[in-house]
């Protein structure tokens, strides 16, 4: 073996051995649908200024959101119930009581100025200004100066130099950072130790740090806003705790814990049981069609894509990833889309056999690895770019859906370029596998690239053809929008919570399946307390609900309603307004770097498949009439990443194309270049296909509308990516002026057609 397979084969073997470990030794954190969690209703209550109403009880929702974005817990629910309560389930949370003290503090934070040493008479009076600092010592406050909604970020920091131990930094949004300037420079007008040059940080009518403005600071100086730090006799927790409350923000209203306690799963073992059957099942599928396509080259791809699912789901572990049911699909679904980059390895180092008779096996599968890294690179930097604005700007779901789709992509990269190419240089060496072409899968050209050299069809003599079928497509789907309408469902448009109470036990999932057969298939069933079930669904009339206690009498006895209450969306409009500013962010900084890598004309043509995709998929769930939800949510934003993912392979080729014939017409290059990268597409999507017709079969109707959503993206996405980008950016070369791409250069010299060709007579010497 070379040394740089030898760096690969030690490089995977430590890698899976650290991940195997994970596995063997770690336990994932499971969602709200696959384990339960807690309960907490909240009351808000009125405050001196704000009555609590719906659009107040809303907001303060966000905040809370934020806060328990900051503690760790992912994928939360939080809804409101009424005009004033607020209910939040916390998946697999350790520590309730901590949660339920962090969560509900109010958080009021404000900065005064010391007017001087008040009096015990006057302390804990917090409407006369007078509260006492840390040590007790009542303090005579000024107005407030500046709110906590002046921070723009705090975080917690142990400051071993000057030995003040844990504290909490402050950064100040820009007009805030200047009052907070103004209000330590008055301060500093006073001599030191007197009382008046201290400014005083309170939290929720608490002194939580009062300190001296340094001496080295001038009289109306003042200190920039990010040197501040709150100091106190804090510990690490104390310290995290104060600075994820400051920069949550703070509760617009006051809020009460009226109620806490332990909910089950929504999904029953029947379904969770049904959905892994449905995965190994697609799995193994995905697994024996390389195999028969590539035969043992397949195979080894085969083993990596094993090793992937250990890879990622390791790091999903050892991150503290929260694992539910439409993540488990996603991290199944994105093992049949992680052979693309094998499949793109193999389908080049085809061509690279093919093309240059007398090439050894070994010499064909490095090119094919060198000439498949490009599109592997920026298809892969692409999904990164919007998994990462995804992360940052998103929340909630849409959060935990970012780091998810990272994960699964630097886990798919490794396994593609490391542990595969590490196989198959092994593998390549082989006299036996090098002689029998039968037995690589690499020497002989597949069947659907033989079909099409044979037939050579011209799919864009007249490109606007194509474009006219996009068009009529994207008609019928906003037909459908409008005169059908969107299923927004129950975390869109919020429902009704009723509890009941059973004198017989009733499982979760033949609750379930006996409300579905009744026509309530959107019922979000759970245990609630000592057998009690919780059915959560949309707008149902008390007709309706009349119903559904008759349906669940028949199998609990006599049923009795212990709550029932209006809830809101649990996808409020700040969560949809930030996944929508994430996603058109996304979408900008995709555009902008596939027009440096490519061409503007490429990069607004793959955009456009993207738009053209998600309305078509949007639409084709409005025809059907099925929910549109998290779960839809979650296979929309998998359609996007995939189609971003086939444009960038296709056009990639273009380009390769094209630099190396720039004087042929773009239409001839971009004709050669689909008909060479659709074996490519055809190979990846059969493989997404077989775990997906699995989990729609034999899923259950938890993963149904999932399956499904991704199902129609994938046809959809492999339609675009040859039969709208292509006729887009054929359409907008007409009127672009930029020259074809330049030939790559390699060691000075053009790497062209007949670059790394020798004249016979030459033989190789210079002087």
């Not at 705090?154 to 009052?179: E, M, N, Y």
């Not at 996603?583 to 900084?589: F, G, I, K, R």
């Not at 409005?622 to 993912?645: C, K, M, Q």
Request: charged share 20%.
């Amino acid at each position: 073996m070379t040394r740089a397979t030898t760096v690969r084969a030690v490089l995977a073997a430590a890698v899976l051995l650290v991940s195997v470990l994970i596995t063997l030794t770690m336990s994932p954190r499971l969602g709200l649908d696959l384990q339960g969690g807690t309960r907490m209703v909240l009351q808000a209550t009125d405050s001196a200024t704000t009555k609590a109403d719906r659009e107040s009880t809303d907001r303060t929702l966000e905040v809370l959101r934020r806060r328990i974005d900051s503690l760790g817990v992912a994928e939360p629910a939080l809804t409101r119930s009424g005009e004033d309560r607020i209910i939040v389930e916390l998946p697999d949370v350790q520590d309730p009581r901590k949660a339920a003290e962090v969560i509900g503090r109010t958080a009021q934070l404000s900065f005064h100025a010391v007017q001087g040493p008040g009096t015990e008479q006057e302390k804990g009076k917090a409407a006369g200004l007078t509260l006492p600092d840390e040590e007790g010592r009542p303090l005579a406050l000024g107005p407030v100066r500046l709110t906590g909604a002046g921070v723009k970020d705090a975080g917690a920091s142990f400051d071993a130099q000057q030995g003040a131990g844990w504290t909490v930094a402050l950064d100040f949004h820009k007009g805030a950072g200047r009052d907070w300037t103004r209000l330590t420079g008055e301060a500093a007008c006073h001599p030191a130790q007197d009382e008046r040059r201290r400014v005083a940080i309170v939290l929720d009518d608490q002194v939580i740090s009062s300190p001296q403005v340094a001496p080295s600071v001038g009289c109306n100086v003042g200190l920039p806003s990010g040197s501040t730090q709150i100091t106190g006799s804090f510990g690490a927790d104390e310290a995290r705790d104060l600075a994820l409350l400051i920069k949550g923000g703070a509760l617009p209203l006051p809020v009460e814990i009226v109620e806490q306690r332990t909910v089950g799963p929504t999904l029953g073992a029947a379904a969770i049981d049904a959905s892994a059957r449905a995965a190994l099942i697609g799995a193994a599928a995905t697994a024996l069609f390389i195999t028969f396509v590539y035969r043992l080259f397949g195979a080894l791809a085969a083993v990596a894509l094993a090793a992937y699912g250990v890879v990622s789901y390791a790091a999903l572990v050892a991150l503290g990833v929260t694992l539910t049911l439409p993540g488990l699909a996603g991290f199944v679904l994105a093992i049949g889309m992680a052979v693309d980059a094998n499949v793109l390895v193999f389908e080049r180092a085809r061509e690279e056999y093919a093309e240059r008779s007398g090439r050894s096996l070994r010499s064909a599968m490095t090119a094919g690895f060198r000439n498949a890294w490009s599109a592997v690179a920026d298809s892969n930097v692409t999904t990164l770019i919007a998994a990462g604005l995804l992360f940052f700007l998103g929340s909630g779901p849409v959060k935990g859906f970012g780091v998810t789709l990272a994960i699964g992509v630097l886990a798919s990269m490794f396994s593609a370029l490391v542990i595969a190419r590490a196989l198959t240089e092994i593998a390549s060496r082989s006299r036996f596998v090098g002689d029998y072409r039968g037995v690589n899968g690499i020497a002989r050209p597949g069947r659907v690239r033989t079909w099409l050299a044979r037939r050579d069809p011209q799919l864009f003599r007249c490109p606007r053809r194509w474009l006219l079928i996009s068009t009529a497509l994207i008609t019928v789907a906003v037909l459908g929008i409008v005169v059908r309408g969107v299923n927004l469902g129950v975390e869109f448009t919020g429902g009704r919570l009723v509890e009941y109470s059973t004198s017989r036990p009733v499982d979760v999932e033949t609750a379930r399946t006996v409300l579905a057969g009744a026509g309530f298939g959107d019922a979000e069933v759970t245990t609630a307390g000592a057998g009690d079930l919780s059915v959560r669904t949309g707008d149902l009339d008390n007709h309706e609900e009349h119903a559904l206690r008759a349906v669940l009498a028949e199998e609990g006895g006599r049923t009795t309603k212990v709550r029932d209450e209006l809830i809101g969306p649990s996808l409020g409009d700040e969560l949809r307004r930030n996944a929508l500013i994430a996603l058109a962010v996304a979408v900008l900084v995709q555009l902008a770097y596939l027009a440096v890598r490519f061409r503007w004309t490429f990069a607004l043509a793959s955009v456009a498949a993207l738009v053209h995709d998600v309305i078509l998929l949007v639409g084709a769930f409005a025809w059907l009439g099925r929910p549109v939800d998290g779960i839809f949510l979650a296979a929309l934003l998998t359609v996007i990443g995939y189609s971003v993912n086939d444009s960038v392979v296709v056009f990639d080729r273009v380009r390769e194309l094209w630099a190396k014939a720039r004087r042929e017409s773009v239409t001839t290059i971009a004709n050669r270049a689909v008909l060479q990268t659709v074996p490519r597409t055809v190979n990846t999507g059969m493989g997404a296909l077989f775990i997906l017709a699995a989990l729609a079969v034999l899923g259950g109707d938890s993963l149904a509308d999932f399956a499904l959503a991704l199902l129609i993206g994938i046809c959809v996405g492999t339609y675009s990516s040859v039969l709208t980008a292509v006729p887009v950016a054929l359409t907008l070369e007409r009127s672009s002026r930029t020259p074809p791409p330049a030939r790559k250069r390699a060691s000075g010299r053009t790497s062209g057609a007949g670059a790394n060709r020798r004249d016979p007579r030459d033989n190789g010497a210079r002087v």
